[in-house]
Protein backbone atom coordinates (compact mmCIF):
# COMPACT_ATOMS: atom_id res chain seq x y z
CA UNK A 1 0.00 0.00 0.00
CA UNK A 2 3.07 2.09 0.32
CA UNK A 3 4.24 1.64 -3.18
CA UNK A 4 3.95 4.24 -6.55
CA UNK A 5 3.57 2.97 -9.95
CA UNK A 6 5.29 4.91 -12.70
CA UNK A 7 5.15 4.06 -15.65
CA UNK A 8 6.72 4.26 -18.64
CA UNK A 9 9.98 3.18 -17.91
CA UNK A 10 11.76 5.01 -20.76
CA UNK A 11 10.65 7.46 -22.96
CA UNK A 12 11.53 9.16 -25.89
CA UNK A 13 10.22 12.11 -27.78
CA UNK A 14 11.10 14.37 -30.88
CA UNK A 15 12.00 18.10 -29.88
CA UNK A 16 7.83 19.71 -29.30
CA UNK A 17 6.65 16.49 -28.43
CA UNK A 18 4.23 16.47 -25.38
CA UNK A 19 5.34 13.51 -23.06
CA UNK A 20 3.58 12.02 -20.49
CA UNK A 21 4.83 10.16 -17.49
CA UNK A 22 2.02 8.24 -15.36
CA UNK A 23 1.88 7.16 -11.50
CA UNK A 24 -0.24 5.55 -9.34
CA UNK A 25 -0.91 5.25 -5.60
CA UNK A 26 -3.04 3.68 -3.19
CA UNK A 27 -2.72 4.54 0.15
CA UNK A 28 -5.50 7.65 0.13
CA UNK A 29 -3.79 9.21 3.26
CA UNK A 30 -1.04 10.55 0.80
CA UNK A 31 -1.97 14.48 -0.04
CA UNK A 32 0.88 16.06 -1.34
CA UNK A 33 2.23 14.89 -4.95
CA UNK A 34 5.80 16.20 -6.04
CA UNK A 35 7.23 15.80 -9.15
CA UNK A 36 11.15 15.82 -9.17
CA UNK A 37 13.85 15.97 -11.84
CA UNK A 38 17.37 14.14 -12.13
CA UNK A 39 20.21 14.70 -14.27
CA UNK A 40 22.79 12.50 -14.07
CA UNK A 41 24.98 12.75 -11.00
CA UNK A 42 23.03 15.48 -9.61
CA UNK A 43 20.14 15.08 -6.15
CA UNK A 44 16.94 15.47 -7.89
CA UNK A 45 15.05 18.65 -8.25
CA UNK A 46 11.89 19.46 -7.71
CA UNK A 47 10.00 20.29 -10.68
CA UNK A 48 6.34 20.88 -9.24
CA UNK A 49 3.55 19.36 -6.80
CA UNK A 50 -0.39 19.24 -6.32
CA UNK A 51 -2.46 18.60 -3.80
CA UNK A 52 -5.72 16.47 -4.29
CA UNK A 53 -7.93 19.49 -3.79
CA UNK A 54 -7.25 20.59 -7.41
CA UNK A 55 -7.25 18.84 -10.75
CA UNK A 56 -4.65 20.34 -13.01
CA UNK A 57 -1.74 22.43 -11.37
CA UNK A 58 0.31 24.31 -14.36
CA UNK A 59 4.00 25.90 -13.88
CA UNK A 60 5.72 27.36 -16.79
CA UNK A 61 5.83 24.06 -19.63
CA UNK A 62 4.87 21.49 -16.35
CA UNK A 63 1.40 20.04 -16.02
CA UNK A 64 0.17 17.62 -13.21
CA UNK A 65 -3.14 16.28 -13.92
CA UNK A 66 -4.60 14.28 -10.99
CA UNK A 67 -7.29 12.30 -10.49
CA UNK A 68 -8.24 11.96 -6.93
CA UNK A 69 -10.85 9.03 -7.37
CA UNK A 70 -8.51 7.09 -9.91
CA UNK A 71 -5.26 7.31 -7.65
CA UNK A 72 -3.31 8.40 -10.42
CA UNK A 73 -1.31 12.11 -11.60
CA UNK A 74 0.45 12.35 -14.66
CA UNK A 75 3.08 15.06 -15.87
CA UNK A 76 2.87 16.70 -19.17
CA UNK A 77 5.58 18.79 -20.30
CA UNK A 78 4.58 21.04 -23.20
CA UNK A 79 6.69 22.12 -26.08
CA UNK A 80 9.54 19.46 -25.05
CA UNK A 81 13.40 20.62 -25.38
CA UNK A 82 16.73 18.58 -25.54
CA UNK A 83 17.41 19.82 -22.43
CA UNK A 84 14.28 18.59 -20.43
CA UNK A 85 16.70 14.99 -20.99
CA UNK A 86 16.84 13.48 -17.84
CA UNK A 87 15.19 11.16 -15.04
CA UNK A 88 11.54 12.00 -13.63
CA UNK A 89 10.56 11.10 -10.60
CA UNK A 90 6.78 11.14 -8.93
CA UNK A 91 6.60 10.65 -5.67
CA UNK A 92 3.90 10.80 -2.96
CA UNK A 93 3.31 11.43 0.64
CA UNK A 94 1.34 12.36 3.29
CA UNK A 95 1.70 15.94 4.57
CA UNK A 96 3.49 16.70 8.01
CA UNK A 97 5.74 13.68 7.37
CA UNK A 98 8.50 14.65 4.93
CA UNK A 99 8.39 10.53 4.19
CA UNK A 100 8.96 10.53 0.59
CA UNK A 101 8.04 7.66 -1.58
CA UNK A 102 8.73 7.42 -4.78
CA UNK A 103 8.15 5.85 -8.06
CA UNK A 104 10.47 4.38 -9.85
CA UNK A 105 11.48 6.64 -12.51
CA UNK A 106 11.35 7.15 -16.44
CA UNK A 107 13.68 8.13 -17.86
CA UNK A 108 13.17 11.16 -20.74
CA UNK A 109 15.29 11.67 -24.14
CA UNK A 110 14.12 14.68 -26.03
CA UNK A 111 15.69 14.31 -29.77
CA UNK A 112 16.71 17.86 -31.46
CA UNK B 1 21.45 31.36 0.15
CA UNK B 2 23.41 28.37 0.07
CA UNK B 3 21.02 24.93 -1.06
CA UNK B 4 21.59 21.39 0.51
CA UNK B 5 25.22 20.48 0.85
CA UNK B 6 26.75 16.90 1.51
CA UNK B 7 30.32 15.59 1.74
CA UNK B 8 32.12 13.84 0.42
CA UNK B 9 31.02 13.47 -3.15
CA UNK B 10 32.44 10.19 -3.86
CA UNK B 11 33.39 7.37 -1.49
CA UNK B 12 35.30 3.95 -2.02
CA UNK B 13 35.12 1.64 1.08
CA UNK B 14 35.23 -2.70 1.43
CA UNK B 15 33.04 -4.89 3.06
CA UNK B 16 32.79 -4.73 6.44
CA UNK B 17 34.44 -1.09 6.82
CA UNK B 18 32.52 1.82 8.23
CA UNK B 19 31.36 5.02 6.48
CA UNK B 20 30.25 8.67 7.16
CA UNK B 21 28.40 10.75 5.04
CA UNK B 22 27.68 14.74 6.05
CA UNK B 23 25.29 16.75 5.35
CA UNK B 24 24.08 20.50 5.76
CA UNK B 25 20.63 21.50 5.46
CA UNK B 26 18.98 24.72 3.33
CA UNK B 27 19.29 27.49 5.37
CA UNK B 28 16.35 28.11 7.72
CA UNK B 29 15.67 24.39 7.73
CA UNK B 30 15.32 22.13 10.58
CA UNK B 31 14.64 19.20 9.54
CA UNK B 32 16.88 16.29 8.09
CA UNK B 33 15.75 13.22 5.87
CA UNK B 34 18.22 10.49 4.46
CA UNK B 35 17.23 8.54 1.11
CA UNK B 36 19.18 6.16 -0.22
CA UNK B 37 19.55 5.11 -4.03
CA UNK B 38 20.44 2.24 -5.91
CA UNK B 39 21.30 2.78 -10.00
CA UNK B 40 18.57 3.38 -11.80
CA UNK B 41 15.93 3.25 -9.23
CA UNK B 42 13.90 5.66 -7.22
CA UNK B 43 14.95 7.19 -3.88
CA UNK B 44 14.20 4.79 -0.56
CA UNK B 45 13.60 6.30 2.89
CA UNK B 46 16.66 5.89 5.21
CA UNK B 47 15.14 8.28 8.09
CA UNK B 48 14.77 11.82 9.30
CA UNK B 49 16.08 13.90 12.07
CA UNK B 50 14.13 16.77 13.65
CA UNK B 51 15.49 18.68 16.91
CA UNK B 52 18.21 16.05 17.30
CA UNK B 53 16.09 13.06 17.27
CA UNK B 54 15.15 10.25 14.99
CA UNK B 55 11.34 10.53 14.06
CA UNK B 56 11.05 8.24 11.33
CA UNK B 57 12.83 5.36 10.06
CA UNK B 58 12.27 3.38 6.64
CA UNK B 59 13.15 -0.42 6.04
CA UNK B 60 16.91 -0.42 6.97
CA UNK B 61 18.61 -2.47 9.12
CA UNK B 62 20.29 -1.02 12.24
CA UNK B 63 23.75 -1.02 10.42
CA UNK B 64 22.21 2.02 9.49
CA UNK B 65 22.23 4.98 12.04
CA UNK B 66 22.63 9.00 12.02
CA UNK B 67 22.69 11.66 14.11
CA UNK B 68 21.45 15.60 14.01
CA UNK B 69 23.88 18.14 15.64
CA UNK B 70 22.30 21.51 17.56
CA UNK B 71 22.87 23.56 13.75
CA UNK B 72 20.84 20.69 12.01
CA UNK B 73 23.51 19.28 10.10
CA UNK B 74 23.25 15.49 10.17
CA UNK B 75 25.47 12.23 9.48
CA UNK B 76 24.24 9.20 8.01
CA UNK B 77 26.91 6.25 9.42
CA UNK B 78 26.75 2.31 8.15
CA UNK B 79 28.43 0.17 9.47
CA UNK B 80 29.35 -3.48 8.59
CA UNK B 81 29.40 -2.46 4.92
CA UNK B 82 27.38 -4.59 2.53
CA UNK B 83 27.96 -4.96 -1.47
CA UNK B 84 24.45 -4.11 -1.59
CA UNK B 85 24.86 -0.93 -0.04
CA UNK B 86 26.82 1.01 -2.86
CA UNK B 87 24.27 3.62 -3.58
CA UNK B 88 23.69 7.45 -4.03
CA UNK B 89 22.69 8.22 -0.65
CA UNK B 90 20.58 11.54 -0.79
CA UNK B 91 19.83 14.31 2.11
CA UNK B 92 16.94 16.20 1.66
CA UNK B 93 16.45 19.02 4.01
CA UNK B 94 12.67 20.89 4.86
CA UNK B 95 10.85 22.68 7.48
CA UNK B 96 9.53 21.08 10.34
CA UNK B 97 5.66 20.86 9.00
CA UNK B 98 3.79 24.29 10.39
CA UNK B 99 0.63 24.93 9.37
CA UNK B 100 0.61 26.61 6.21
CA UNK B 101 4.38 26.22 5.52
CA UNK B 102 4.17 23.59 3.19
CA UNK B 103 5.47 19.97 2.30
CA UNK B 104 8.67 20.39 0.18
CA UNK B 105 12.05 18.76 0.83
CA UNK B 106 15.11 19.93 -1.61
CA UNK B 107 17.41 17.51 -2.14
CA UNK B 108 21.21 18.07 -1.92
CA UNK B 109 23.73 16.50 -4.90
CA UNK B 110 24.50 13.27 -3.32
CA UNK B 111 27.52 10.68 -1.83
CA UNK B 112 28.15 8.35 -4.18
CA UNK B 113 29.44 5.45 -2.04
CA UNK B 114 30.82 2.32 -3.74
CA UNK B 115 31.92 -1.17 -1.52
CA UNK B 116 34.26 -3.16 -3.26
Known sequence: QQQVKQSPQSLIVQK????????????????YFPWYQQFPGKGPALLIAIRPDVSEKKEGRFTISFNKSA????LHIMDSQPGDSATYFCAAVQS?????????????KVLA | ???????????????????TLRCSPKS????????????????QFIFQYYEEEERQRGNFPDRFSGH???????ELNVNALLLGDSALYLCASSLRYRQGVGDEQFFGPGTRLTVL
Open chain 2, 68 to 74: QFPNYSS
Open chain 1, 96 to 108: GTYKYIFGTGTRL
Open chain 1, 71 to 74: KQFS
Open chain 2, 28 to 43: GHDTVSWYQQALGQGP
Open chain 2, 1 to 19: DAGVTQSPTHLIKTRGQQV
Open chain 1, 16 to 31: GGIPIINCAYENTAFD
